[in-house]
């Protein structure tokens, strides 16, 4: 199984600051013959189901907000809030989808 | 716009049994994999099984395997999951969620979830 490691597990950031979420894979979830990267991330709030807001490692979904953005390759890879807002406070995962079982780290917390 | 709305959760003792129900409307059913996943209380995310559009493939987390079936009716718009000889570490809320049209993937919409509750 693949293990996905995220970093830290909480974090608290001032509104406008940056945030920065870590997630490392046991092994590379990259597809060579593709050229992709199979994670994605996702965000939950208090009391609701996750919402998708990163495929592929770095393709936003519709209606993400741009402050949002994913990077990396291979096994490490970054969300970055660009500039937080009170809205971001959430329980963030990593999820990799590159073989079964899909597995997701453990969730970092965002908190202002 | 895609819906996904569970249904079927409940307090069962352990070793007892479950059919949870997932109605999906807004898109073209048969043509996406489904997922259950679950979330212990206060824990994080597992994937728990996928199905395809046509019924097949079909993939379970080793946790369940045995003991859970993943099955839908696309004439319903149906996805179900039968879980049997429950176990306390089973509690969780249960999410359905859609998958991709060519493999099950990363999970784009998901339900409001419906709670499982194993305790004597």
């Known amino acids: 199984d693949i293990v996905m490691t995220q970093s830290p597990d909480s974090l608290a950031v001032s509104l406008g600051e940056r945030a920065t979420i870590n997630c490392k894979s046991s092994?590379?979830?990259?597809?060579?013959?593709?050229?992709?990267?199979?994670l994605a991330w996702y965000q939950q709030k208090p009391g609701q189901p996750p919402k998708l807001l990163i495929s592929w490692a770095s393709t936003r979904e519709s209606g993400v907000p741009d402050r949002f953005s994913g990077s990396g390759s291979g096994t490490d890879f970054t969300l970055t809030i660009s500039s937080l807002q009170a809205e971001d406070v959430a329980v963030y995962y990593c999820q990799q989808y590159y073989s079964t079982p899909y597995t997701f780290g453990q969730g970092t917390k965002l908190e202002i | 716009q895609v819906q996904l709305v569970e249904s079927g959760g409940g307090l069962v003792k352990p070793g007892g049994s479950l059919r949870l129900s997932c109605a999906a409307s807004?898109?073209?059913?048969?043509?996406?994999?489904m997922i259950w996943l679950r979330q212990a209380p206060g824990k994080g995310l597992e994937w728990v099984s996928y199905i395809s559009g046509s019924g097949s493939p079909i993939n379970y987390a080793d946790s369940v395997k045995g003991r859970f079936t993943i099955s839908r009716d696309n004439a319903k718009n149906s996805l179900y999951l039968q879980v049997n000889s429950l176990r306390a570490e089973d509690t969780a809320v249960f999410y359905c969620?859609?998958?991709?049209?060519?493999?099950?993937?990363?999970?784009?919409?998901w339900g409001q979830g419906t709670l499982v509750t194993v305790s004597s």
């Open positions: 807004g898109f073209t059913f048969s043509d996406y994999y």
């Open positions: 969620a859609r998958g991709g049209t060519t493999r099950a993937g990363y999970f784009d919409y």
């Open positions: 092994q590379s979830v990259f597809y060579s013959s593709n050229n992709k990267n199979y």
